[in-house]
């Protein structure tokens, strides 16, 4: 009854009876999330780290084996640090920056994603997503061992979800038989195909590009450098477009478009994967074929994130096409965004119209993430004659003329999102960088010894630039930090550029993911607390 | 913003006329294309100003108002 979708690479959490299922009537629980990909085990790192008791539901019993996810962000890294797993991550991964665009046998282009210093975090780590998993994984062990309310089932597969005015009411199938739970608020987190988006009957709009993919993850020896490189009609004809990526342990990822018509059985054999390969490396290369598979792409969102008490995030809200790395990322941005304000929401300290800014944040996120990855599909699988012609003129332009390159778009890497002119936005009274404005994700930047970001930590904090600020406050139920930064101090050029610029001084309010509420040059109460209700949905109750 | 000029402004509009015919002589059909685009591109970055362009892009539709 419950059979495996794919099999596993880790086995993490075996099915153990629950207590619950023994009880006449169906357990409560404050938060249940629904799949233990990335995207649920990070929300529940995230709420349990809280102190939010969170459930995680998973029909398998582990981390699925394969190839998805290699490429992950530096925010997405920066998220990790606050959950206490990032460097677990950048340790094992496989650092990058440069990527190279050949069309045919020459080069067209090449970028540079960090050409900055002072950031705690690389641009990207390539790491394979079992890995990041794992790690993820590891921090919640962590973390329960120091009493953070996070369970994990394994084989419980949610089959059933009628939501409710006050709760939502779930039927779970296990091993032993099925049995009913209820929760405050469901988070579905179970994947692009996402059971929970049927169950409720909701759309998942959008296109599907007519391509497809051979990914190869192969093992070998080899000197290339750690840089991403991508062919548009490479000269081995392996493939319409073709990608090479290292990642950790000696293993490469290798990417070859075949064509929408391509006969994935036909091509899913070694050896026809093996004349592919040989053609692009050379005969004489020795490797080992890890992981192959077959893949067509889909860019679609759910029209909004938040249906009363289930709330999505991931893939089942939104799926994009590789390119950009925009899948897993974005995710984590999810889980960055939805994680203080379901937090708040569960402790009274918030009213539940903040989870609908949730909706609006992140729609507006999938929005910007979905344009980029399509507009990139575009260029790599052009869909028609004329199309391709552009496509085509652009890389025959780009080797001789340097104008043409910004239109080669092999994949715009995933950064953060900011959220211009959302409905929780605060006043933006400095004439600073734009860079640090008011709904972006601040920059990092070196302060005594460590990094700015580090130093903001989980809260809402005031940060003082050459202007003092109350250490730490209580605002209607909220805990404000104070932090104070002398800018005559030379170790703060950087923080400097990047929050002041010209300004002479100025008051940062920034919410517990890291984005900026409300900026201002000179500190008032006032203005703080009306800010502060602001970006906790409280605006009515603060005019009231 | 600056408006699409879309009165002349090439003073011997012949004499390009006939150089941008010339050209094309020499090209097959699918040459043409790509050597049209490739001109497209070229005098877009000329241009740079995105408003123009999408004026530009607007009336080579031939639209009736
Ligand atoms: C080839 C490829 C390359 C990619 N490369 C990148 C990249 O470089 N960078 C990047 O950021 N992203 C990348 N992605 C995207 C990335 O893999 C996904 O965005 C990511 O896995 C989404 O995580 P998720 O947790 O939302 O969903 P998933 O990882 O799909 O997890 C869903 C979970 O829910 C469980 N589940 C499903 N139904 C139920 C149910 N009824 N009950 C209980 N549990 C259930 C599943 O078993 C699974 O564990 C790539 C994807 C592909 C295919």
Redesign the pocket.
Known sequence: MLQD?YSLAFKLYPYARSADQDKPKAARHPVIV???????LATALDLGRQGVPVLV????EGI?KG??????SKRTLEIADRYGCGSAMLDKGVVWSVGKVFHDDRQVFEFNLLPEDGHRNPAFINLQ?PYFERFLFEQIQTEIAKGAPIEIRGR????TVTPNADRVALTVQTPEGSYQLEADWLIG????NS?LRGMMGLDFEGRVFKDSFL?ADIRMLADYPTERWFWFEPHFKSGASALMHRQPDDIWRIDFQIGWDADRKEELKEDNIRKRLDAMLGDDVEYELVWSSI?TFQCKRMEKFRHGRVIF????AHQVS?FG?????S?MQDVDNLGWKLGLVVQGKAPESLLDSYSEERVYGAEENIRNSTRSTDFITPKSKNSYCFRNAVLDLSERFEFARPFVNSGRL?VPCTYDGLSLNGSDAVTGPARSRVGSACPDAPVAGGYLLDMLGTEFVLLGLGMDVPKRQEIDGIIVKGITLDINDPSLELLRARYLGTAPQAVYLIRPDQHVAARWTTYDDNDVASALARACGKEELCLA | MPRLITTPNIGRADAFYERLIDVQDSLSEEESQSYNARLILILANHIGELGVLEQALEAAQLKRP
């Open positions: 979708r629904m799949g233990a990909g990335p995207i649920g539901l998973d029909d398998h699925g190839s998805r996810a290699i490429c992950f997503q419980n597969r949610v089959e987190c179970d994947g692009a059971p990914i893949y995030a991931g893939d089942s590789p790395a925009r899948g897993a990322n995710g995933s």
